[in-house]
């Protein structure tokens, strides 16, 4: 995909030469008393409490209209929802922990107290913590800093954690993306030795990231910034071998497809369930869960 248009040759011949990768099962696991199949798709909702957030349709500032969305994410077919107090933008306002959990800790437990599944995304123990004894049944890992932790906490609520790929302590504190012409060696040597150390903390439910939306400073260039998440959704497959589900958050490529920028994410399902996608993060529930079910139906 050097600068061409996507083929049935090349998916061909990425197929072929990782033959042997292709049929890799992964592990299925409850999530709040909830058993997932994770051979299957499921989708996970977005609701963003930071004024930062790029993505309009998602931000909550009040902590009714975070739970309603939430409902509605639900409604709309979403397994679970997963929150946020902090933008990843590289230019957005850094949230210290007391502020994310002045945030956070009112709409978990309204979640929690409507049936949500609720995922909180977060680098910091502290904000974790306090997450996970409000109900969080999972912990989107943005960063490795705090990893030991953050294992211990989810280990001792039995909550699944999502180890997302982060060249640097966390995802505010990333410079460039240095993976090499094939992004699937580091990222699985990051994931083999960050499951080591979950496991060994005692955690029992896990997901691994590639961290696509992540803000890396060589990747500004929209079309080298596409690209390479189209290579990374592609071969997602390899990295089953770990024997963990794949979660993928979904770009929106506003520069390709701008008025359209709701289209994205969809767009991108596709590329990420071609690749073996089991968790799908996404601000447009109902848009991405048609095109899963439309690709099901094949």
């Given at each position: ?18 033959a ?6 992964v592990?299925?696991?409850d ?7 994770f ?7 977005v609701v ?12 909550c ?38 502020d ?12 929690r ?24 049944n ?10 030991e932790a ?32 094939d ?29 696509l ?10 079309e ?51 690749g ?23």
């Amino acid at each position: 995909m050097a600068g061409g248009v996507l083929t049935l040759q090349e998916l061909a011949g990425l197929a072929e030469r990782h033959a042997g990768e292709l049929h890799g099962g992964v592990a299925s696991f409850d999530l709040g008393g909830r058993v997932f199949d994770f051979g299957r798709p499921q989708v996970m909702g977005v609701v963003n409490l930071s004024a930062d957030s790029w993505y309009r349709e998602s931000v909550c500032l009040s902590t009714e209209s975070a739970v309603e969305r939430g409902r509605v994410l639900v409604a709309q077919g979403a397994a679970l929802v997963d929150v946020g107090a902090e933008s990843t933008l590289e230019q957005a306002e850094r949230v210290n922990a007391a502020d994310q959990q002045a945030r956070l800790l009112p709409v978990v437990k309204g979640l929690r107290e409507a049936g949500v599944l609720v995922s909180v995304e977060t680098y910091e123990a502290a904000v974790a913590k306090d997450c996970l004894e409000a109900g969080a049944n999972v912990l989107n890992l943005t960063g490795p800093g705090q990893g030991e932790a953050c294992y211990q906490l989810a280990a001792e609520h039995e909550a699944a954690v999502i180890i997302c790929f982060v060249q640097g302590e966390h995802v505010r504190a990333v410079g460039d993306l240095e993976l090499g012409e094939d992004p699937v060696g580091a990222m699985y040597e990051f994931f083999a030795r960050e499951i080591d150390r979950a496991i060994k903390a005692g955690v029992e439910r896990l997901f691994v990231d590639p961290g696509l939306g992540f803000y890396y400073r060589n990747l500004g260039d929209s079309e080298t910034r596409v690209r390479h998440q189209m290579k990374v959704f592609l071969n997602s497959f390899r990295l089953r071998r770990l024997g963990w589900p794949v979660c993928h958050a979904l770009p929106h490529a506003f520069e390709f497809f701008r008025e359209e920028v709701r289209c994205a994410e969809p767009y991108f399902a596709v590329l990420a369930a071609l690749g073996g996608t089991s968790l799908f993060r996404t601000h447009e529930v109902a848009r991405t869960r048609a095109v899963l079910e439309t690709m099901m139906a094949y």
